[in-house]
């Protein structure tokens, strides 16, 4: 396949054109009659872990109406591709370099398109007719506070002093049948919004979608630059601009085809006690705290509603860590770029972390100091910046998508004496284990992190020990000849 010239394609317009194209290649399964008290959160824990583990879609949840449904796992399997609208056979590495010339290099962005009808409007509840209990929202992981309703949303709010509207993903915790904890972390462009609400003394408009199409949450995940609309960006990434409605309320807009959103607001010192929650880091580290509520006053969404699921998992690879590695690995390259550091040939923010504790980027060495050059920037950019704790850079000949190559070049090329740059005092996330509870606390949300040039040193790289392993070439050669030693099949046509 020629791979100068992809575009990206996306094949679904909304969620339930999702699940179409998840099923035609074969990778969605339907569960019926499984609890949201136990079962979903099992099976999560059951397939989520897996790189190639199916779609699952929960229908005719226990004590819930028929019809409203909850799907997790989206970003898994070939589907990765399709969601990101770029072909199946396209490697992790293909796939990230396909983003990066697609929608991070020349980043577009078309104006979303304001209408009067969606299918999101279906249903227009208010006062005593909300009512969050009768979706299915999930226990997502034995010890947690509650009932997870927003872990796939993403969560629309405006500056008050420039009107820029943000979209991002804020968890989200159903407290009774009208109101859900809303946990912001600081810093965050939705927390810098509601922070400015409350320093005036009032009230900060949010609506809430509780599930869209995967590429709207996806864009909403990712660390777009302030002053960006994320449903603007997935309107240069569709050529075309997203549909959405009005909040009766705030005049919020909001995807007029996605499946569930809420409205309403955040008031300062109305708070209720949020967590624990089986967080990204695979702990229960930031507990349980008061955060602001979220007072619903307006409940919109389709008939035969489906939630979004995105539970992290934690602990290795999951679901977060596969969409996230993607396009970060992309917008680090991107940055690399920006700031004129030259041969960068791969990056790959490692799923294991969720994508942003271990970072990995190949140079092709120019010049002294480049590899140091390249982990510093990569190390303090935007779009790795938060919760790093590790950047690796290494050789050109290393595949960085392979953990075991990252770590076969750390092992053999770098020397703890001297290889090992420590910058103190970077941020971190509430989600660290290492935050001590006096630190947490405090608000000091900071900790170390490491650049490792895993280099062959240059001024003496021509004279490093030749490796023994075949070219390129050779070992596609060698899969070709004799992969099917592998598979069980005899080798003949």
Known sequence: ????????????????????????????????????????????????????????????????????????????????????GFPDELSKSELSDACYEGFVKDRKTVPHEIVDHGPVLENVLAGDDIDLMKFPTPIWHVEDGGRYIGTGCLTVTRDPDDGWLNVGTYRAMVHDKSSIGVLMVPGKHGHVHREKYFA???????????????????????????????????????????????????????????????????????????????????????????????????????????????????????????????????????????AGVPDVTGVWCYEIGSSRLLHGVAIRQRYPGHAKQAGHIAATCHAANYANRYVVVVDDDIDVTDLEELWWALLTRSDPASSIDIIGGARTSPADPLLHPDRRGSGDLSMGRAVIDACRPFHWKDDFPKVNAPSPAEAEAARRRFGHLLDGSDGAD
């Open 1 to 84: 396949m020629d791979r100068s010239n992809l575009r990206c394609v996306l094949p679904y317009d909304d969620l339930r054109e999702w699940i179409t194209e998840a099923d035609r290649l074969g990778e969605l399964r339907v569960v019926r009659g499984a609890s949201w008290e136990e079962d979903i959160g099992l099976a999560a824990e059951a397939v989520i872990k897996q790189d190639d583990g199916p779609a699952v879609l929960f229908d005719d949840v226990e004590g819930c109406p028929p019809g409203y449904r909850v799907i997790m796992n989206v970003f898994a399997g070939k589907r990765r591709n399709m969601t990101l």
């Open 200 to 338: 005036r003394g009032e009230k900060c408009p949010i609506v809430m979608v509780l599930g869209s199409d995967p590429m709207a949450f996806y864009a909403a995940c990712t660390e777009a630059p302030s002053g960006t609309c994320e449903l603007d960006l997935v309107g240069g990434i569709r050529g075309a601009p997203v549909q959405c409605v009005r909040g009766e309320l705030t005049g919020l807009p909001f995807p007029a085809n996605c499946e569930i959103a809420v409205e309403g607001y955040l008031v300062a010192g109305h708070d209720r006690m949020e967590g624990p929650f089986g967080e990204w880091t695979g702990y229960y580290a930031s507990g349980e705290h008061p955060e602001p509520v979220l007072q619903i006053e307006r409940l919109y969404h389709r008939n035969d509603p489906i939630i979004l699921g995105v539970p992290p998992m934690g602990g290795g690879s999951d679901e977060m860590g596969r969409y996230r590695a993607v396009l970060r690995s992309a917008m680090v390259k991107e940055a690399l770029a920006s």
